[in-house]
């Protein structure tokens, strides 16, 4: 009996523990299974003169610029020169900027259920 | 295993997750970004409605809002989204009186109870007196509309397949709606998409403007008439205020 | 008397049988949760005039549930009642599990459960829906900490975690009526659903708890004191008066007060709800039970009592119902002095019928938690030996329990 409970006790504790990990482990099997490792470099549409930002502060920290005028527009009411809709402007599809990255880091975007951006 | 070591081992591995799940909210750097256009310092935004005004057939309003806003209608009164609706009323004394048409919208309460509800401050009062819900943040908990008394609140039921205006966005599912004054536009200088189709089409029922402003139009208006709100007993003290109601 | 708590045994296919239907009703639930997530919410009986539904009723119903397996737990621990330490660890756990399926209830209402975290992120410390999960946590964490103090014997512990766990439930029920009391709305609105949600927990918890006792006894066939349940029955009838006397009050101010009287009218004769209200929780729900437990005749025989539990739960549910679903099916009166002749939304009075995919969500949440009951009996001690009042001798161990300990030995 008191072999059988110890059992019972580690299988749980080792599912649990495969539940808590199942998170990190997706995202790594999902990215070390991707062939794609240089999905990155894409050029922008000819209207591209200039971004808002230059290119490594963009790469890097694109989603802290988005967040940030997000938050100045919903909550501080300031509509600036930046905005999503500016940024299809060049961007212009989002398979091709958007998409390839975020799927090979398993980084779900939620944005275009509401924002248009063209596919 | 030691029933303690079980306990011991399955409360870190709780530990490690909570400290994982709380990294987040490490504060990020902040900063602004776009700092022209202060439009809400010092504003209060309201709106006059003049029911002497509003003809009882025209839905000019309602199909603005729905073309700037990307309402989605259904075609099912459960589940159909009205940022602006109208209802026909009559009064009950005398009988035969004769038929009113009342635009109904979120009144943007001084004091709003969906706000004060809203459990991660998604629906809240901006500085200029616009109630807005946020929907990078809401969890659908709907408790926003079981606290608003004048059913002006909304809920995304179902996927939303139109998208007339793209530069505006559109809400998908699992997320409540109410009229926000078109703040985008607000912002950029403009009124509301409402307003302006009312001012269009010659009516000029819908009057909005800054409350604090004494020359602005609303505050004329309300100067020279008797305005009230719908019911203000409940406290909310509305910024939407009719003539003739 | 030293009670010794034990697991149980399950072994048996009975028992692989309950575990699997159980874990069916569980995916179930995780089904119907998954298509609301992927297509929207619609997909329950909630509209734009109802927006809160049977997930909501259950959640509220489930808090009230912990509270009272909270109470049988304390009266052990704060006045020393030595006979009802067997069910003190039970009750506990079942208070414990009660929450959990509280929050799963509520959790699986939203309408983005994927952000599940941001209410750690921004809280709002106004909303009676952010104070709330507050307390329910709190009250959790003090839960596992009194379990662990009992399974540890640490009397002293669980001596001072006694009244914390009590005064901290207490504040949870507050808590819980204050989301619909300090709401805006006629039918919600009020300073006494916090006192009577709290009434309502003691009645509908020691009820439930006296038949998972009962159950649990018969099933693992060991011998259990029938003065005991008779006591606690005697418990259960007062409160319920007491929960009567709240809805006596609640409606009689609402019928004499003038501002809310057509809002008592409807609510104790306009629908369905009314059915709900009279035969659910006034008839069956507190007047037969009332009957059969005051009665001495009736309060002696388990049967009686049995049937009286099982009452007193329906009726805490039906109240629960008449909580929720009434406050927003009442039209708010909009314009006091007119009538309404057409709009595009529903403005009248309304009715709310309950889905499939509720019901599936619902079970599910049953299944989680009947899933984690099961097996929590089965890998902690938490199953008294025996159970009786005091003061006989009680060394003289029962035979059906000899056999009980021999099998156990032979297992192990
Ligand atoms: S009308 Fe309703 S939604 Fe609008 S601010 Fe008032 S309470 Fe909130
Ligand atoms: S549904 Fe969204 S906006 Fe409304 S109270 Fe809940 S989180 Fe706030």
């Known amino acids: 009996m008191a072999a059988q409970n110890n059992n019972m006790e580690f299988i749980i504790m080792i599912i649990t523990a495969?539940?808590?990990?199942?998170?990190?482990?997706?995202?790594?099997v999902s990215l070390a299974s991707s062939n794609d490792t240089q999905p990155f470099i894409e050029k922008p549409d000819e209207k591209y003169d200039k971004c808002v930002r230059d290119t490594e502060y963009m790469r890097l920290n694109h989603m802290d610029l988005l967040k940030e005028i997000r938050d100045d527009a919903m909550r501080r009411g300031k509509r600036g020169e930046i905005t999503l809709n500016d940024c299809r402007k060049c961007h212009t599809s989002r398979e091709r900027f958007c998409d390839k990255c975020h799927n090979v880091v398993n980084a779900q975007l939620d944005c275009y259920g509401c924002h248009y951006f063209p596919k | 295993m030691e029933r303690r070591e079980f306990l011991k081992k399955s409360g870190v591995l709780l530990a490690g997750t909570a400290c994982a799940c709380?990294?987040?909210?490490?504060?990020?750097?902040?900063?602004?970004?776009?700092?022209?256009?202060?439009?809400?310092?010092?504003?209060?935004?309201?709106?006059?409605?003049?029911?002497?005004?509003?003809?009882?057939d025209c839905n000019?309003?309602?199909?603005?809002?729905?073309?700037?806003?990307?309402?989605?209608?259904?075609g099912d009164k459960r589940w159909d989204i009205h940022l602006i609706r109208k209802v026909t009323l009559k009064r009950k004394h005398p009988a035969e009186s004769p038929e009113i048409s009342v635009p109904l919208l979120c009144n943007h309460c001084e004091r709003p109870p969906c706000a004060q509800a809203c459990p991660v401050k998604a629906t809240y009062k901006r500085e200029d007196g616009i109630v807005i819900v946020d929907h990078h943040r809401c969890i659908g908990c709907r408790y926003c509309m079981i606290s608003c008394p004048y059913n002006a609140r909304f809920f995304n039921y179902r996927e939303n397949h139109e998208w007339p205006n793209k530069d505006n966005t559109r809400s998908s599912h699992g997320v409540p709606e109410s009229c926000n004054f078109c703040a985008h536009r607000l912002d950029k200088g403009k009124k509301p998409a409402c307003v302006e189709a009312c001012e269009e089409i010659n009516a000029k029922a819908l009057i909005f403007g800054d409350l604090n402003d004494p020359g602005s139009d609303v505050s004329k208006v309300i100067a020279g008439n008797h305005v009230?709100?719908?019911?203000?007993?409940?406290?909310?003290?509305?910024?939407?205020l009719y003539i003739g109601l | 008397m030293e009670t010794d708590f034990e697991t149980i045994e399950g072994k048996s296919t009975q028992f692989s049988v309950l575990l699997a239907i159980l874990a069916v009703l569980a995916l179930a639930g995780l089904y119907a949760t998954y298509r609301m997530y992927v297509e929207g919410i619609y997909l329950s009986g909630m509209t734009n005039r109802i927006p809160w539904g049977l997930q909501v009723i259950l959640a509220v119903f489930y808090i009230g549930l912990s509270a009272g397996s909270l109470v049988i737990s304390s009266l052990y621990a704060i006045f020393g009642k030595k006979e009802y330490k067997p069910f003190a660890r039970i009750s506990v756990f079942l208070a414990f599990l009660f929450l959990v399926a509280a929050l799963l209830s509520i959790i699986s209402d939203w309408g983005r459960p994927d952000r599940i975290f941001e209410p750690f992120y921004h809280l709002n410390p106004l909303s009676m829906l952010s104070i709330n999960p507050?307390?329910?946590?709190?009250y959790m964490l003090i839960c596992l900490v009194y379990l662990w103090a009992m399974f540890k014997e640490k009397e002293k512990l669980v001596k001072i975690i006694a009244p914390i766990a009590v005064i901290w439930a207490i504040g949870v029920h507050s808590g819980t009526g204050a989301i619909f009391g300090f709401v805006p709305r006629e039918l919600y609105q009020s300073a006494l659903l916090p006192p009577s949600f709290i009434a309502a927990a003691l009645s509908s918890g020691t009820a439930l708890m006296i038949l998972v006792l009962l159950l649990l006894f018969k099933v693992t066939r060991r011998p259990l004191d029938e003065n005991l349940v008779v006591r606690l029955g005697k418990l259960l009838a007062i409160f319920i008066v007491i929960v009567m006397y709240f809805v006596f009050v609640e409606n009689a101010y609402r019928l004499y007060m003038p501002v809310s009287h057509e809002a008592g009218m409807y609510f104790l004769f306009g629908g369905f709800h009314s059915w709900v209200f009279w035969g659910g929780l006034i008839i069956l729900g507190s007047i037969v039970p009332a009957v059969i437990l005051f009665n001495p005749a009736t309060v002696k025989r388990i049967p009686w009592i049995v049937v009286s539990c099982v009452l007193v739960v329906f009726g805490v549910l039906c109240e629960r119902y008449i909580i929720v679903i009434p406050g927003q099916t009442h039209a708010p009166d909009l314009f006091p002095n007119m009538v309404v002749v057409s709009s595009a939304l529903a403005e009248g009075y309304v009715s709310y019928s309950i889905s499939f995919y509720e019901v599936l969500q619902a079970l599910g949440v049953v299944g989680i938690i009947g899933f984690a009951f099961v097996l929590g009996l089965k890998l902690f001690k938490m199953m008294p030996t025996e159970a009786k009042v005091l003061k006989e001798s009680d060394s003289v161990k029962s035979p059906s329990e000899e056999k009980e300990l021999e099998k156990q030995t032979v297992a192990s």
Do not use: Q
Request: charged letters at 25%.
């Open chain 1, 18 to 28: 495969v539940i808590l990990l199942i998170p990190l482990g997706y995202g790594v």
């Open chain 2, 22 to 56: 709380a990294l987040p909210l490490l504060p990020a750097a902040a900063k602004s970004i776009n700092v022209d256009s202060e439009n809400t310092a010092g504003k209060k935004w309201g709106m006059v409605i003049d029911l002497n005004k509003c003809a009882k």
């Open chain 2, 60 to 74: 000019a309003c309602l199909d603005a809002c729905r073309k700037e806003n990307n309402v989605a209608m259904h």
């Open chain 2, 228 to 240: 009230r709100g719908i019911r203000e007993d409940f406290g909310t003290k509305p910024k939407v």
């Open chain 3, 134 to 138: 507050f307390l329910y946590n709190v």
